[in-house]
């Protein structure tokens, strides 16, 4: 399995604000990267640069072998990248089936009844099957962010950005979720998932990094960066929150 | 209970009751010309036009979140299309109309290029101004009236029919055929794949650009073909007034005020919301005319508190009560064991 992602010393800076540092890092075929950092550390950003939505000042994206630093998100989307949004971003005038209509037939290219077989499986894994028909605007934060991993399923993507999805859920419903993230991975899907709620993330990851003001600081084995003396600096009253 | 239970459906009850109705309605409107007297042929014609003009207004501002206030230019430019190409290029009325639609797809392309760089209010400034440049432009054609404008000469309004009686009937038909057409094809286009996507824009860019839907092409596309048709429906009201000038060709009130009005008081974003406003806004002018500036004075109060009580207009607060669908662009998943009767 050959890399499916690399970052190659990535920067953008807003003002005098630095999100990316000369970020540079690989993502193996089928792996589950974690990444932490402190608030405004740029793991958003970093996402949007991977995504499309923001272009860098200067470094390159790869993915799956190409160059697609000056791709739109949309292409990159076609490509096999999706996203869920930390704030999640419904189409709130439409039902929730129709959110996964939308990336069904947009992203991944799917027609028809194809298209509606395939919104009907990926919500019964969601368990969202039974508020197919309730307008996304009117769902619950724990509904809402189903709903996001919902659309970037539905894209069918090789490779899942998740972005603090656990954050706000009770711990049962943390655990369901981390299930439906465990199965997705199983399936073969790439996943890069940034997460404050530490515990959940390492039950899945296989590696993680740390990025603080946009650098990457620490990456290596979960358990070892978090036991490191310099993440746990960071983390110093960030951990009790997870 | 399976999956496999599970069905899809984009009807519902209401909806076919409503194609039903709708196509009765049809046939009677179509008939008018045998049951209607002149004047009311000459009102629903207006009318058929403006529904036009506020489901073209609604598709670009409604769902590609392109708000302008400058689609005069377009009207203005269909009508002098209209009048060029019959006067000197010996057309055709309805040819003509037909051109006219060709050639404002042809010129929007350019002006979508150039304000497609603005956002926002600086968009629809921007709208506003290429319609004042093509006002301005058309007043320094002497050939066609400069600045006084010019009137569609007699061989050419008998070109359509010989008897005045047959040209009212046609060009109330113009104007109904218009108006199915206009509805028709945009709710055939929002069913659609690119429907679809035009409507995940209208509710979030983010996401519809992250769900692969390139958010620039479907606005312009969006764009240019409201523009021409709306260059059609132009050259048609046009022909109807028989005489055109700048001024009136280019009136920022008759054809952007007034179908803004139409659009919001229905409900944005909506099918039904032109239809509804389109009646709402007759039944104002129908009966408060005759009071002069009030009438005016009515229609932004009327705007004002729908604005603030129902931002979704009446077809919004109609569908929140009853979730009702006339145009049925959804789907609806029926689970196993129940019916699909809605």
Request: charged letters at 15%; aromatic letters at 8%; one cysteine or more.
């Given at each position: 399995?050959?890399?499916?992602?690399?970052?190659?010393?990535?920067?953008k800076?807003?003002?005098?604000?630095?999100a990316a540092?000369?970020?540079?890092?690989?993502?193996?075929?089928?792996?589950?990267?974690?990444?932490?950092?402190?608030?405004?550390?740029g793991k958003t950003s970093m996402f949007n640069l991977?995504?499309?939505?923001l272009?860098?000042?200067?470094?390159?994206?790869?993915?799956?072998?190409?160059?697609?630093?000056?791709?739109?998100?949309?292409?990159?989307?076609?490509?096999?990248?999706?996203?869920?949004?930390?704030?999640?971003?419904?189409?709130?005038?439409?039902?929730?089936?129709?959110?996964?209509?939308?990336?069904?037939?947009?992203?991944?290219?799917?027609?028809?009844?194809?298209?509606?077989?395939?919104?009907?499986?990926?919500?019964?894994?969601?368990?969202?099957?039974?508020?197919?028909?309730?307008?996304?605007?009117?769902?619950?934060?724990?509904?809402?962010?189903?709903?996001?991993?919902?659309?970037?399923?539905?894209?069918?993507?090789?490779?899942?950005?998740?972005?603090?999805?656990?954050?706000?859920?009770?711990?049962?419903?943390?655990?369901?979720?981390?299930?439906?993230?465990?199965?997705?991975?199983?399936?073969?899907?790439?996943?890069?998932?940034?997460?404050?709620?530490?515990?959940?993330?390492?039950?899945?990851?296989?590696?993680?990094?740390?990025?603080?003001?946009g650098?990457?600081?620490?990456?290596?084995?979960?358990?070892?960066?978090?036991?490191?003396?310099?993440?746990?600096?960071?983390?110093?009253?960030?951990?009790?929150?997870? | 209970?399976?999956?496999?239970?599970?069905?899809?459906?984009?009807?519902?009850?209401?909806?076919?009751?409503?194609?039903?109705?709708?196509?009765?309605?049809?046939?009677?409107?179509?008939?008018?010309?045998?049951?209607?007297?002149?004047?009311?042929?000459?009102?629903?014609?207006?009318?058929?036009?403006?529904?036009?003009?506020?489901?073209?207004?609604?598709?670009?501002?409604?769902?590609?979140?392109?708000?302008?206030?400058?689609?005069?230019?377009?009207?203005?430019?269909?009508?002098?299309?209209?009048?060029?190409?019959?006067?000197?290029?010996?057309?055709?009325?309805?040819?003509?109309?037909?051109?006219?639609?060709?050639?404002?797809?042809?010129?929007?392309?350019?002006?979508?290029?150039?304000?497609?760089?603005?956002?926002?209010?600086?968009?629809?400034?921007?709208?506003?101004?290429?319609?004042?440049?093509?006002?301005?432009?058309?007043?320094?054609?002497?050939?066609?009236?400069?600045?006084?404008?010019?009137?569609?000469?007699?061989?050419?309004?008998?070109?359509?029919?010989?008897?005045?009686?047959?040209?009212?009937?046609?060009?109330?038909?113009?104007?109904?055929?218009?108006?199915?057409?206009?509805?028709?094809?945009?709710?055939?286009?929002?069913?659609?794949?690119?429907?679809?996507?035009?409507?995940?824009?209208?509710?979030?860019?983010?996401?519809?650009?992250?769900?692969?839907?390139?958010?620039?092409?479907?606005?312009?596309?969006?764009?240019?073909?409201?523009?021409?048709?709306?260059?059609?429906?132009?050259?048609?009201?046009?022909?109807?007034?028989?005489?055109?000038?700048?001024?009136?060709?280019?009136?920022?009130?008759?054809?952007?005020?007034?179908?803004?009005?139409?659009?919001?008081?229905?409900?944005?974003?909506?099918?039904?919301?032109?239809?509804?406003?389109?009646?709402?806004?007759?039944?104002?002018?129908?009966?408060?005319?005759?009071?002069?500036?009030?009438?005016?004075?009515?229609?932004?109060?009327?705007?004002?508190?729908?604005?603030?009580?129902?931002?979704?207009?009446?077809?919004?607060?109609?569908?929140?009560?009853?979730?009702?669908?006339?145009?049925?662009?959804?789907?609806?998943?029926?689970?196993?064991?129940?019916?699909?009767?809605?």
């Amino acid at each position: 399995m050959g890399s499916i992602l690399k970052l190659d010393r990535l920067s953008k800076a807003f003002g005098a604000v630095t999100a990316a540092d000369a970020l540079s890092y690989d993502v193996q075929e089928g792996e589950a990267l974690g990444v932490i950092g402190p608030n405004g550390a740029g793991k958003t950003s970093m996402f949007n640069l991977i995504t499309g939505t923001l272009a860098p000042n200067s470094g390159n994206v790869e993915f799956a072998g190409q160059n697609v630093t000056k791709w739109n998100a949309a292409r990159r989307s076609h490509a096999g990248v999706a996203r869920s949004f930390q704030v999640p971003q419904p189409f709130s005038g439409m039902t929730v089936f129709e959110n996964a209509m939308i990336a069904a037939t947009q992203s991944a290219g799917l027609h028809g009844h194809e298209a509606e077989r395939f919104c009907l499986e990926v919500l019964e894994q969601t368990e969202l099957l039974p508020k197919a028909n309730v307008l996304a605007g009117s769902l619950t934060l724990l509904e809402r962010k189903r709903l996001e991993l919902t659309r970037a399923l539905c894209a069918k993507p090789k490779l899942l950005l998740l972005d603090e999805i656990a954050g706000g859920l009770t711990e049962g419903e943390c655990a369901s979720l981390v299930q439906t993230i465990k199965d997705i991975h199983a399936s073969g899907v790439t996943i890069i998932w940034i997460e404050h709620v530490v515990h959940a993330l390492l039950e899945v990851v296989d590696r993680l990094i740390v990025i603080d003001f946009g650098k990457k600081i620490a990456e290596g084995e979960p358990h070892a960066i978090m036991n490191s003396p310099e993440v746990k600096e960071i983390y110093l009253g960030i951990e009790a929150d997870a | 209970m399976t999956l496999q239970d599970y069905h899809v459906t984009r009807s519902s009850n209401a909806a076919r009751v409503a194609a039903i109705l709708g196509a009765v309605a049809l046939i009677i409107l179509v008939a008018a010309p045998w049951w209607a007297g002149r004047a009311d042929m000459r009102l629903m014609g207006e009318l058929f036009l403006y529904l036009a003009l506020a489901s073209l207004w609604n598709l670009m501002a409604g769902y590609a979140g392109l708000v302008s206030v400058g689609q005069q230019a377009f009207v203005g430019f269909g009508g002098y299309m209209l009048f060029a190409l019959t006067m000197f290029a010996g057309l055709h009325p309805i040819a003509a109309i037909v051109c006219a639609g060709v050639l404002g797809a042809l010129v929007s392309i350019p002006v979508a290029v150039l304000i497609f760089r603005l956002r926002g209010a600086y968009f629809a400034i921007g709208t506003w101004v290429i319609a004042e440049v093509f006002r301005l432009g058309f007043a320094q054609i002497s050939a066609l009236g400069g600045g006084s404008g010019s009137s569609l000469p007699v061989a050419i309004v008998k070109s359509l029919a010989s008897k005045r009686a047959m040209r009212e009937s046609l060009s109330y038909w113009l104007a109904l055929g218009a108006a199915v057409i206009v509805v028709t094809a945009v709710y055939l286009f929002l069913r659609s794949r690119k429907g679809l996507a035009l409507t995940a824009i209208r509710d979030n860019e983010l996401a519809a650009g992250s769900l692969g839907i390139d958010i620039w092409r479907t606005k312009f596309v969006v764009y240019v073909v409201t523009s021409a048709l709306t260059a059609m429906i132009g050259a048609l009201i046009f022909l109807q007034k028989l005489r055109i000038s700048p001024d009136a060709a280019f009136s920022v009130n008759d054809w952007t005020a007034f179908v803004i009005f139409i659009v919001v008081i229905g409900g944005i974003g909506t099918i039904e919301g032109p239809i509804i406003g389109t009646l709402v806004f007759f039944a104002l002018r129908e009966t408060l005319a005759d009071l002069g500036t009030i009438y005016l004075i009515v229609l932004g109060v009327v705007a004002i508190v729908m604005m603030l009580k129902a931002p979704k207009g009446i077809w919004g607060l109609i569908r929140r009560r009853y979730d009702l669908q006339l145009f049925p662009l959804g789907y609806r998943v029926i689970a196993p064991g129940k019916s699909d009767k809605s």
